[in-house]
């Protein structure tokens, strides 16, 4: 198991990767990276999600493309990735969507992003590089996935090798948000 030092490293050197190398990805670690979200926490066990993996040329430019602005000029990076995990938002079960209307809180927002989270973790404990995107256009996805109404698409992940410079982060000081006991 990872002790605190190595996961505190993993997540130091975790970034926003959007340049990706002309290399595919071993299929055994798309699968642990779709599995770590499949094992990911949620409120009331709900597991409101579905992760469809884009592989198939065709249509990983076809996804790449409904996550573009032109206009703003965003995204074109995600058509040089191997790999695109689409994150799909489900309904949750019933006691996490009475807790949703009790607590006035969409809990499988959360969930989804706890889901995201640990996939792009594990994909960096493979070697791997990504960016999560939440510029998309859930239409253009969802007719091209063949997604259910029953299901919104809220995030793209791109997934592959890069060249692993790492840049600069840039947070927030500790002690600006991190309290114990009282804000």
């Given at each position: 198991m990872i002790d605190g030092n190595g996961m505190l490293s993993l997540i130091k050197n975790r970034q926003s990767d959007r340049k990706y190398l002309d290399r595919p990805v071993e299929r055994e670690k798309i699968e642990r990276i779709a599995e770590a979200g499949r094992l990911s926490p949620s409120a009331c066990n709900g597991q409101p999600w579905h992760f469809i993996v884009v592989d198939e040329p065709s249509l990983r430019a076809e996804v790449a493309a409904a996550t573009e602005s032109k206009v703003l000029r965003m995204n074109s990076f995600?058509?040089?990735?191997?790999?695109?995990?689409?994150?799909?938002?489900?309904?949750?079960?019933?006691?996490?969507?009475?807790?949703?209307?009790?607590?006035?809180?969409?809990?499988?927002?959360?969930?989804?992003?706890?889901?995201?989270?640990?996939?792009?973790?594990?994909?960096?404990?493979?070697?791997?590089?990504?960016?999560?995107?939440?510029?998309?256009?859930?239409?253009?996805?969802?007719?091209?996935?063949?997604?259910?109404?029953?299901?919104?698409?809220?995030?793209?992940?791109?997934?592959?090798?890069?060249?692993?410079?790492?840049?600069?982060?840039?947070?927030?000081?500790?002690?600006?948000?991190?309290?114990?006991?009282?804000?």
């Amino acid at each position: 198991m990872i002790d605190g030092n190595g996961m505190l490293s993993l997540i130091k050197n975790r970034q926003s990767d959007r340049k990706y190398l002309d290399r595919p990805v071993e299929r055994e670690k798309i699968e642990r990276i779709a599995e770590a979200g499949r094992l990911s926490p949620s409120a009331c066990n709900g597991q409101p999600w579905h992760f469809i993996v884009v592989d198939e040329p065709s249509l990983r430019a076809e996804v790449a493309a409904a996550t573009e602005s032109k206009v703003l000029r965003m995204n074109s990076f995600v058509r040089d990735a191997p790999v695109l995990i689409v994150i799909v938002r489900e309904k949750s079960n019933l006691t996490s969507r009475a807790g949703d209307l009790i607590k006035q809180k969409d809990y499988s927002l959360m969930d989804v992003g706890i889901a995201t989270a640990s996939m792009v973790y594990q994909a960096a404990a493979e070697g791997l590089g990504t960016c999560i995107i939440g510029w998309v256009n859930d239409r253009r996805i969802r007719k091209v996935l063949s997604v259910p109404s029953s299901g919104k698409v809220e995030l793209v992940i791109s997934v592959g090798y890069t060249d692993n410079r790492l840049r600069d982060k840039s947070r927030k000081p500790p002690g600006e948000v991190i309290t114990f006991n009282k804000y």
